[in-house]
C-alpha cells in the first residue's frame, strides 16, 4: 500500500516520513505526536511551524538549538521585549531561517502573547483538539493536511491576533503537539 509504515533502524514499523534521516527517526519517536503544554513550549512549537512553511522540516529540526539560543529559548516574555536591533540581529543569523517576514511575526506574535494571562494560549490551542479521536491511518494518503479543527484554530488565533498561522500550519502544529495522532495504524509510536 502507497505510503504504508516501513520498517525502521530496529524492525520496528514507523511512518515512512520518518525514515530519511536520524533525526527523523528520532523526532518521530520521541516527539511527533506526543502531547505538549505550556505555554513557551507552544509558542516554540507555533513558531517552528511558521518557520518551516515552504520548507522541509528537517531544514528546521536541524537548526532547533540555533532558533532556541537566537530566540531565548522562546521565553514569550523575553523575546516580546525584542526590538529593532534583535529583528536585524535575527536577519543576519546563520543557525536559523533569515525570513523578514518571519521573524517579525514571530516578534509580533510574542508580544501579543506577553499580553495574555499565564495558560492561555494552552487553553486556546488545546481547546481546538477533535472531541473523538480520528480512526487511526493505515497510509499517509489517509492523514489530512487541513482538518475543520484545524482552520478553527487558525481562525482563533489570527482574530487572537497572531500571524502566520493558515490552517495547514495550525493542523501541524496539532500533529506535533499530540493535539491529534496521525502515526500510522502500524507504526511502533501509535500507542506510545
Not at 516520513?17 to 518521530?28: D, K, N
Not at 515552504?54 to 521585549?81: C, M, P, Q, Y
Amino acid at each position: 500500500m502507497p505510503g504504508a509504515a516501513v520498517a525502521g533502524p530496529d524492525g520496528g514499523l514507523r511512518c515512512p516520513w520518518a525514515l530519511s534521516t536520524e533525526e527523523y527517526v528520532a523526532y518521530h519517536d520521541t516527539e511527533w505526536g506526543r502531547p505538549v503544554h505550556g505555554d513557551d513550549a507552544l509558542y516554540e512549537r507555533l513558531c517552528l511551524e511558521a518557520f518551516q512553511s515552504g520548507l522541509s522540516w528537517l531544514t528546521i529540526l536541524r537548526r532547533r538549538e540555533g532558533f532556541r539560543k537566537a530566540f531565548a529559548d522562546f521565553e514569550i516574555a523575553k523575546v516580546a521585549e525584542f526590538g529593532e536591533a534583535d529583528a536585524e540581529r535575527l536577519l543576519a543569523d546563520p543557525g536559523i531561517i533569515r525570513n523578514r517576514a518571519k521573524i517579525a511575526a514571530t516578534l509580533a506574535n510574542a508580544k501579543v502573547l506577553a499580553g495574555w494571562g499565564a495558560g492561555e494560549l494552552d487553553e486556546l490551542i488545546w481547546s481546538h483538539a477533535p472531541e473523538r479521536p480520528a480512526a487511526a491511518p493505515r497510509s499517509t494518503t489517509q492523514v489530512p493536511a487541513v482538518t475543520p479543527e484545524s482552520v478553527a484554530l487558525a481562525k482563533a488565533l489570527k482574530k487572537a491576533g497572531l500571524r502566520f498561522v493558515g490552517p495547514t500550519t495550525a493542523y501541524a502544529l496539532m500533529q506535533a503537539c499530540g493535539l491529534v495522532n496521525d502515526h500510522l495504524a502500524t507504526c511502533v509510536s501509535r500507542n506510545q
